[in-house]
Nanobody
Framework: QVQLVESGGGLVQPGGSLRLSCAAS????????MGWYRQAPGLQRDLVAS???????NYIDSVKGRFTISRDNGKNTVYLQMNSLKPEDTGVYYC?????????WGQGTQVTVSS
């Protein structure tokens, strides 16, 4: 069993920064890929960034150069550093992993970018 808990969301002005955290419990996830997803109002949940067990990362084009995904295996935590935020980055952010063939999601954290 794996539990994922996101934190760090909030209201920020355009151009601001936030760092999201996804803390995992129940299993050590250092060997498993992790992803951050975003769901804007009325839209589907889409992948924003991912990191594999070797530390290789991938990003969607719209966040490249602004977002950074990283992991601290000692703390069993994955981060998403978000800089130069734009209103279109608004949404609920979820972390996800797949362990033992089962997909696990956190409860999500709201990010609102607005002046």
């Amino acid at each position: 069993q794996v539990q994922l808990v996101e934190s760090g969301g909030g209201l920020v002005q355009p151009g601001g920064s936030l760092r999201l955290s996804c803390a995992a419990s129940g299993r050590v996830l250092s060997r498993y890929p992790m992803g951050w997803y975003r769901q804007a109002p009325g839209l589907q949940r889409d992948l924003v960034a991912s990191i594999n067990d070797g530390g290789s990362t991938n990003y969607i084009d719209s966040v490249k150069g602004r977002f950074t995904i990283s992991r601290d295996n000692g703390k069993n935590t994955v981060y998403l550093q978000m800089n130069s935020l734009k209103p279109e980055d608004t949404g609920v952010y979820y972390c996800k992993t797949i362990y033992g063939g089962i997909t696990y999601w956190g409860q999500g954290t709201q990010v609102t970018v607005s002046s």
